[in-house]
């Protein structure tokens, strides 16, 4: 295989790990756990794995482990740092013992249940340490849920000898795979489940998950970008430049890169939720940014749009949730509305919603109304990255520039470029940062499977301090639980954190962004640097910094 100069430089990279983990490890046993809410609930549906206590790993004395088989699977989207799980646990558990072997279960979960898997072998393993994407052994979006697909899984779990199997996945997936360590528990299968935190969204974090791995690549990435567009901005000084950011739910992603970047306009998602925003209010907020910056002589700026600022919108929320019961896979309406001919099925759709809605649907932007009528992800929802939020708010932009320039209102220009970042930066190198904490969270997970547990989440916290001094260990996967609504019926769920509106983070951006709106303050932060000074290098979020400075 032929490899660019960077790869083969990067590939001699050695991750940083944490003291504790440098040598031999001891467990030490914190206060037992309760769910975050729902306590009773979550503790009937969970007998064998709730109020487990929550793990610190210390440097200690060694033990001789026996050989351990163990599989692995990566779930949901890529996000920068995947193959460096995959290292830590592979060097764990042949520091445990080096007869211990690793399977990958190939396409994410569904591997698990097709019986489809690979060897994961040392030289196989080299040419993937420290690189981006989640290739080595592919991913998908399966759900894990049915207990036919656990026994499924059990066969070839039973066949393979492997005794410890290892979920890297989001919120939704690490549910599934505390789902999945009750089940192997109660049934005593003899296998443990233990889960690793990923989406470059940054919404699996809590108390003991400062941040899910890859969203400090991702994000960079996409400042670097921002920060370039900038630039143009400033030098040619004739477009606005609309951004949409990844991210399915949470605003995480748009509001780092605003804290890197400082740009003009940054919408932030929850906020809109928080003060029940309306489209129009939004569009009379740009809109008002645009005309003072013209009032400047600057017909330029960028703006940045999360990439789920739809669902968030209460009447568009309102309008997306009839439509996702309306259009459920195999729902008559759904039936009809695919037989029907394409020219008459928007206009037919109206009928079916409420008026309130009717309205809104019909007042959207064709190409915006199909859009919200594609197919639904295998969780049932809308595919936000497929919605041009940033054409939306363009179009209605323009229309209230143009009826303020016919009151004279406005008195500038408006051009617009369109840009949505999400896959250019999923796949990216990952960080400094995010090699050692992927290979920390990996090295974590040999651990927790030496020490025979199950239901654990990889937690390894302290990460704005030098990697030598992180703390590393296990946080019980019902602890994070709470019960919510999902299809109807009330499921037990890893809360997903959003943006807190009374965080340091977004405090920070309400507190600079009428200043940024108006005065052109980009901050221009450059590709990811690999090698040099370390506080270049080994950089975190500003996210983190901010929220770990207040603790
Ligand atoms: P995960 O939560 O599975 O990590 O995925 C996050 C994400 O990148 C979102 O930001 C985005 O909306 C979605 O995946 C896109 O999904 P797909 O890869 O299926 O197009």
């Known amino acids: 295989m032929t490899i660019s100069a960077l790869q083969k430089a990067r590939a001699e990279y050695q991750p940083k790990l944490p003291k504790s983990l440098k040598g031999s490890v001891k467990i030490v046993e914190g206060a037992v756990t309760e769910s975050v809410a729902d306590q009773d609930e979550i503790k009937k549906l969970f007998p064998n794995t709730y109020g487990m206590p929550i793990l610190i790993f210390e440097e200690g004395a060694a033990a001789a482990s026996a050989a351990v088989n163990v599989g692995v ?14 290292s830590g646990i592979f060097d764990g558990i042949k520091k445990l013992n080096p007869d211990s072997k690793l399977y990958g279960f190939l396409g994410g979960p569904g591997g698990l249940v097709d019986h489809d898997y690979k060897e994961i072998t ?59 360590a009750e089940y192997y528990a109660a049934k005593n299968a003899g296998v443990q489940v233990v889960g690793c935190p990923k989406t470059i969204d940054g919404d699996l974090k809590n108390e003991m998950i400062e941040t899910s791995f890859g969203f400090d690549t991702a994000v960079k990435v996409y400042s670097e970008l921002i920060g370039n567009i900038q630039r143009d901005a400033n030098s040619a000084k004739k477009y606005w430049h609309f951004i949409k950011l990844m991210g399915r739910s949470a ?57 789920g600022l739809i669902e968030f919108i209460p009447e568009m929320k309102t309008l997306i949730a009839e439509l996702n019961d309306l259009l459920a896979e195999g729902s008559a309406v759904e039936q009809e509305f695919k037989m029907m001919k394409k020219s008459h099925r928007l206009e037919w759709l109206a009928t079916q919603l409420t008026p309130e809605s009717s309205a809104v649907f019909q007042s959207l932007p064709t190409g915006i109304a199909n859009q919200l009528t594609l197919d639904r992800d295998p969780h049932g929802n809308v595919q936000v990255s497929l919605i041009e939020t940033e054409k939306l708010l363009g179009e209605m932009v ?18 617009t470029q369109y840009h949505f970042f999400g896959y250019e930066g999923r796949c990216a190198a990952p960080s400094n940062f995010d090699a050692d904490y992927c290979y920390s969270l990996g090295y974590t997970a040999s651990v927790l499977i030496g020490s025979g547990k199950t239901g654990y989440m990889s937690s390894v916290r302290n990460t704005t301090a030098p990697a030598d001094e992180w703390i590393a260990g296990g946080v019980p996967v019902t602890q994070m639980m709470n019960m919510e609504k999902r299809h109807g019926h ?14 340091a983070p977004y405090k920070y951006l309400v507190a600079n962004r009428e200043k940024w709106a108006i005065e052109t303050s980009y901050l221009y932060p450059g590709p990811i640097q690999y090698w040099g000074p370390t506080e270049v290098c080994d950089l975190t979020t500003v996210t983190l910094q901010l929220e770990q400075k207040g603790k």
């Not at 919408?267 to 008002?288: H, N, P, R």
């Open 251 to 307: 605003s995480h992603i748009g509001l780092e890169a605003a804290l890197q970047t400082q740009p003009n306009i940054t919408l932030i998602s929850e906020e809109v939720a928080e003060k029940k925003q309306t489209l129009d209010e939004i569009v009379e907020y740009m809109a008002g940014v645009i005309s003072k910056r013209a009032d400047d002589g600057n017909n330029f700026g960028v703006a940045l749009i999360p990439e």
């Open 398 to 415: 323009k229309t209230k520039l143009d009826s303020m320039k016919s009151s004279g209102e406005f008195k500038g220009k408006f051009g």
């Open 122 to 180: 040392a030289d196989f393993l080299e040419g993937y340490r420290n690189t981006g994407g989640f290739d080595i052994i592919g991913s998908g979006r399966t759900k894990l849920e049915e207990e036919a697909q656990f026994d499924k899984g059990l066969e070839i779990l039973k066949e393979l000898d492997i005794k410890a199997l290892v979920i890297i996945g989001g919120d939704d997936s690490n549910t599934n795979a505390c789902v999945l």
């Open 490 to 503: 009330m499921k037990p769920v890893i809360q997903k954190a959003l943006v807190e509106l009374d965080g």
């Open 73 to 86: 699977i990566l779930s949901g989207g890529q996000a920068p740092g995947g193959h460096n799980v995959i």
